[in-house]
């Protein structure tokens, strides 16, 4: 079996990668020249240059394979809607296009629980046990999520039963050792002292760690039942969001404590008008808070494993207590905490 992967540098692709390569598949991962590619030059996959970007480069990436695991995407809070559609609705189709012509069967679509998000200057979504059935928004305030919303859709649209199969991922909150983008960031905003709750403190979140993830990917890529469907994909479990946080902070070599706790309502108008401030400036760096921070940081929300469970046969394999524990590891061997604060 031949395995296409998007994204396969990154913290979660990197996974993956790992476990097919154990699975016996052959890989094949698009990389930019920019790319460290050290890890996967040692497991021995295939680099096929180029990016999103790059329309020829994804017409011709998915030759020969029989599944393409599609993780890649532009995730960021901030940044220009042309960027966002062109990365993550755009390359998608171009991706799916060539995947169907070149013969590949299934196509496994890595999305976010996020798509669901509902938020404004009135309400904060408030999530609980959600299942796939929940509708997307009628309306997004950040692009991020309006352009996963429309490449979800494009995704299922494809679907041909027999034909070419797709399958939509949506995991929340993943974390993990490894973890060289959202953990640095967290850890740098409590060492400075602007990680601040917002909204009531008593939010609940369902986080999935990497290798519950993986797992979920891999039983996604042979499952019978899952072409045409969506998956929340998590640990499980619930736990207030401080205290994740905290719990990660802690393995990261970082003491910090929940203080006072912004409202909601006047956080999101901060927010709001940092973004109307920065967007007459043309700043292509974010503020300091946007309202995709603010949701992020004010909303509850857990989501229900079932139809994976049910579906995909999907079982957690990682527990918190575990994942900690390697997080804390993994932060020592990699130099410590001033280490980890390096990587923003």
């Keep these: 079996m031949k395995a296409v992967v998007t994204g396969g540098t990154g913290f979660i692709g990197g996974k993956l990668v790992e476990a097919l390569v154990r699975k016996g598949y052959e890989v094949r991962c698009l990389v930019r020249e920019t790319s460290d590619t050290r890890k996967l030059k040692e497991l021995g996959v295939e680099l096929f240059m180029g990016d999103l970007g790059d329309t020829e480069a994804l017409e011709k990436l998915p030759d020969g394979a029989d599944i393409v695991f599609h993780l890649a995407a532009l995730v960021?809070?901030?940044?220009?809607?042309?960027?966002?559609?062109?990365?993550?609705?755009?390359?998608?189709?171009?991706?799916?296009?060539?995947?169907?012509?070149?013969?590949?069967?299934?196509?496994?679509?890595?999305?976010?629980?996020?798509?669901?998000?509902?938020?404004?200057?009135?309400?904060?979504?408030?999530?609980?046990?959600?299942?796939?059935?929940?509708?997307?928004?009628?309306?997004?305030?950040?692009?991020?999520?309006?352009?996963?919303?429309?490449?979800?859709?494009?995704?299922?649209?494809?679907?041909?039963?027999?034909?070419?199969?797709?399958?939509?991922?949506?995991?929340?909150?993943?974390?993990?050792?490894?973890?060289?983008?959202?953990?640095?960031?967290?850890?740098?905003?409590?060492?400075?002292?602007?990680?601040?709750?917002?909204?009531?403190?008593?939010?609940?979140?369902?986080?999935?760690?990497?290798?519950?993830?993986?797992?979920?990917?891999?039983?996604?890529a042979r499952s019978k039942n899952a072409p045409g469907n969506i998956y929340f994909i998590n640990d499980g479990i619930k736990i207030g969001y401080m205290d994740f946080i905290n719990g990660q902070l802690k393995a990261s070599g970082i003491e910090w404590k929940p203080g006072f706790s912004i409202p909601y309502k006047v956080a999101y108008a901060m927010a709001a008008s940092m973004e109307a401030i920065f967007k007459l400036m043309k700043s292509k760096k974010p503020p300091v808070l946007t309202r995709f921070a603010v949701a992020a940081l004010a909303g509850s929300r857990s989501y229900s494993i079932a139809k994976a469970r049910k579906d995909l046969g999907y079982s957690p394999c990682a527990d918190m207590a575990r994942g900690f524990k390697e997080m804390e590891d993994w932060v020592k061997e990699i130099g410590g905490t001033e280490a980890l604060l390096s990587c923003v």
């Design 76 to 220: 960021s809070d901030w940044g220009p809607r042309e960027s966002f559609f062109r990365y993550n609705v755009d390359a998608t189709r171009t991706l799916l296009d060539a995947s169907a012509s070149s013969g590949v069967k299934r196509f496994i679509h890595m999305s976010s629980s996020t798509v669901i998000w509902k938020s404004d200057f009135w309400n904060i979504h408030n999530l609980v046990d959600v299942d796939e059935t929940y509708p997307y928004r009628e309306c997004y305030n950040d692009s991020y999520n309006a352009s996963k919303a429309e490449a979800e859709k494009l995704v299922l649209g494809y679907n041909k039963a027999g034909e070419f199969e797709t399958v939509v991922i949506r995991p929340s909150n993943v974390w993990g050792a490894g973890d060289t983008v959202i953990l640095p960031r967290v850890a740098m905003a409590a060492r400075k002292g602007i990680l601040i709750p917002m909204g009531s403190g008593l939010k609940t979140v369902t986080p999935c760690h990497v290798d519950n993830l993986t797992q979920a990917l891999l039983l996604s």
